[in-house]
C-alpha cells in the first residue's frame, strides 16, 4: 500500500508552486512534511485529497490515480487548517457524519478523546473557541478508518497541555492502529521525536527525502579553526558556514568520520530543527517564471 | 441510493434551507400584506420575481457551500454534482408549489404566470407549475455555473456580483410593477413597454403561447445545466468556501 507521487506540478497563475515533486509514502509510517511559508505543503495534500488539481503530473495510490477516484479517496484524509464543516453542527453530529462518510468511525477513541481534551461534544462548532475547533477536527482526524491521513498543521492554535495531549494520543493510536501519517507542521522540535522520516519542501521541489534516524547520524556541525575545518571538509557537501574570528562553524550532512580530527575541531549532532533551517535557509516561497 | 449520496444530499439541503428560509419570510410578508390589504396582481408579481432571485441565489450560493463539506470528507465532484442537481430540483418543486399555492391567495386569477398566459382550471394549474419549476431549475443552474465560475474571485467581489444578479432581475419587475401600478393600461398603448414585458420573460402579445416559453426554459436549463457541469468537473476549493 503506497501513494506515489510523480512529476506533480501546481501552478496559480505565473506562479509555479510545486515544480515536478517525487515521493513515495508508505504504509504505516509516520511522516513529517517540512517547508516554509509558501513552500507548497498545503497544496500538495490538498491535492492528494483532490481539493485542487495537479498542473501536471499524478499522484497515485495503489498504482491507481487519486484524482476523481472515490474509492482512493475513502482511504484519504486531510485535517486543513480551514474548518470545512457546517458550523451549526454539533460535534457528535460531525463523528456520526464521518462515520457516515467513511462507512466507519472509532467511537470508543472518540468517547476518550473528547474526555481527555475536555471537550463538550454537544457544542456547535462555530461556538468553540480556534484551539477547540482544531481540537474537535484532529478527534475526527484520528478516528477515522483511512490507511493516509494528512495533518496539515495539527496544532494551530493548542496551548502546550493540548499539543501534548495529542502528541501523546498520536503516537498512542499509531501502536494500536498503525497506519500513515503525514503531519505538516512548523513546531519542528515537537514532533522530530514523534517523526520516522521527513520531507523537506523546498522551492517547489522535495530536497530532503530521509529516515530521522539517518539524518540523526549524518547531520553534524564541525566547529574548529577556520583552515582545519576547511581541509577537514574538503571534498564533501558543506550546506552553510559561520566564520566568528578565526573561529568557523560548518553544518554539513556527510562529515567525512572516517578521516582523523584534527587537534581543535569539534563534530556534534544536528537536531532536525537546526538541519531544516540550513537546508531551507536561501529557499522557501514559491517559484515564479 | 449509496449513504455517501444521502449525507451529502442532506448536506447540500442544509445550505439551501438557510437561503430558502429568506425566501419564505419573504413571500409571507408578501402574502400577509395582501390577505390585509386585498389580493393585487402586484404582489403575485413579486411572488414569482422572489422565487426566481432565491432560484439564482440557491445555485450561486448555496451550492458551493457545500463543496467545503464535499471535499472534506472525499466526495467526488461526480457525486457532489448529483446531490447539487437533486437538491436544486427538490427545492425547485418546493418554490414552485409554495408560488402556485400562494398566487392564488394574492391574486383571484391564481398568480401573475397564470393571468398573462390565461391558463386556468388544473391543466393550467399544472402547467404553471410546471414552468415555474423549470424557470427555477434554469436559473438555478446558470447560478450554479457562474458561482463555480466566480469561486477564484475575492469574497467581497462574489458577494457584489449578486447585487448585480438582483438588479439584473429582479429591478426591471420591480420597475413595471411600479409603472403598471401608477398606468395599468399603458402595455396596450406602449411598444416600448411591451417590449421590457418580453425581456422579463413575459409574452410578445396579448396572445397566450405557454409552450413556446416552456421550450425556451427547457434549453436554457439544459445549457446552463451543461455548463455547470463542465465548470463542476474542474471546480476546486478555494479558501473562500
Not at chain 1, 101 to 121: C, E, I, S, T
Request: net charge positive.
Amino acid at each position: 500500500m503506497t501513494m506515489e507521487f510523480k512529476q506533480v506540478t501546481r501552478n496559480f497563475g505565473r506562479k509555479q508552486v510545486l515544480r515536478g515533486v517525487n515521493m513515495t509514502w508508505d504504509a504505516g509510517q509516520l511522516y513529517g512534511l517540512l517547508g516554509r511559508n509558501g513552500a507548497g505543503k498545503s497544496t500538495l495534500m490538498k491535492i492528494v485529497n483532490n481539493r485542487l488539481f495537479p498542473t501536471a503530473g499524478k499522484v497515485l495510490l495503489d498504482g491507481k490515480s487519486v484524482t476523481e477516484n472515490a474509492a482512493a479517496q475513502n482511504r484519504i484524509f486531510l485535517m486543513s487548517a480551514a474548518t470545512l464543516y457546517p458550523g451549526d453542527s454539533r460535534i457528535a453530529q460531525l463523528f456520526t457524519l464521518t462515520q457516515q462518510m467513511y462507512g466507519r468511525f472509532d467511537d470508543q477513541l472518540a468517547a476518550h478523546l473528547v474526555q481527555a481534551f475536555g471537550l463538550d461534544p454537544h457544542q456547535r462548532l462555530r461556538k468553540l473557541s480556534t484551539g477547540y475547533r482544531t481540537i474537535a477536527k484532529l478527534i475526527i482526524a484520528l478516528c477515522v478508518p483511512c490507511d493516509f491521513v494528512m495533518l496539515d498543521e495539527p496544532v494551530l492554535g493548542l496551548d502546550a497541555n493540548n499539543r501534548e495531549i495529542f502528541y501523546q494520543e498520536l503516537a498512542a493510536t499509531f501502536a494500536k492502529r498503525p497506519r500513515t501519517f503525514i503531519i505538516a507542521s512548523h513546531l519542528i522540535e515537537e514532533i522530530e521525536n514523534l517523526v520516522t522520516h521527513v520531507f523537506v519542501l523546498d522551492g517547489g521541489t522535495i530536497t530532503l527525502d530521509e529516515d530521522v534516524a539517518d539524518l540523526a547520524v549524518k547531520g553534524r556541525v564541525v566547529t574548529g579553526p577556520a583552515a582545519l575545518v576547511r581541509e577537514w571538509l574538503s571534498g564533501t557537501c558543506v550546506l552553510r558556514t559561520v566564520q566568528l574570528g578565526g573561529m568557523v562553524t560548518a553544518y554539513t550532512l556527510d562529515a567525512p568520520l572516517e578521516k582523523p580530527l584534527p587537534t581543535g575541531v569539534s563534530v556534534d549532532g544536528m537536531d532536525l530543527q537546526q538541519l531544516y533551517l540550513e537546508l531551507t535557509r536561501t529557499g522557501g516561497g514559491p517559484h515564479v517564471d | 441510493m449509496s449513504i455517501k449520496f444521502q449525507v451529502m444530499l442532506k448536506l447540500q439541503l442544509q445550505m439551501m434551507r438557510i437561503v430558502l428560509v429568506g425566501g419564505l419570510i419573504g413571500w409571507l410578508v408578501l402574502v400577509v400584506e395582501n390577505l390585509f390589504g386585498g389580493s393585487t396582481e402586484i404582489g403575485a408579481w413579486s411572488a414569482e420575481f422572489m422565487a426566481l432571485y432565491i432560484a439564482a441565489i440557491l445555485g450561486y450560493f448555496a451550492t458551493p457551500w457545500a463543496l467545503g463539506a464535499a471535499f472534506q470528507n472525499g466526495v467526488s465532484r461526480q457525486l457532489f454534482l448529483r446531490t447539487a442537481a437533486v437538491g436544486l430540483g427538490l427545492c425547485a418543486i418546493l418554490m414552485s408549489g409554495f408560488v402556485t399555492i400562494t398566487g392564488s391567495l394574492l391574486a383571484s386569477d391564481g398568480g401573475f404566470l397564470a393571468a398573462m398566459y390565461h391558463l386556468s382550471g388544473a391543466g393550467g394549474i399544472v402547467l404553471t407549475a410546471v414552468m415555474r419549476v423549470v424557470a427555477y431549475l434554469a436559473i438555478a443552474a446558470l447560478g450554479v455555473a457562474i458561482g463555480f465560475w466566480t469561486l477564484p474571485w475575492l469574497g467581497k467581489a462574489r458577494f457584489a456580483f449578486v447585487f448585480v444578479i438582483y438588479g439584473v432581475m429582479v429591478l426591471p419587475g420591480i420597475i413595471l410593477a411600479v409603472v403598471l401600478q401608477a398606468a395599468p393600461n399603458l402595455p396596450a398603448r406602449s411598444g416600448g413597454l411591451r417590449g421590457w414585458l418580453a425581456l422579463v420573460g413575459l409574452p410578445w402579445h396579448a396572445a397566450p403561447q405557454p409552450w413556446r416559453l416552456l421550450v425556451l426554459l427547457l434549453v436554457l436549463l439544459l445549457g446552463g445545466g451543461a455548463l455547470a457541469i463542465h465548470l463542476g468537473r474542474h471546480v476546486e476549493l478555494t479558501d473562500r468556501i
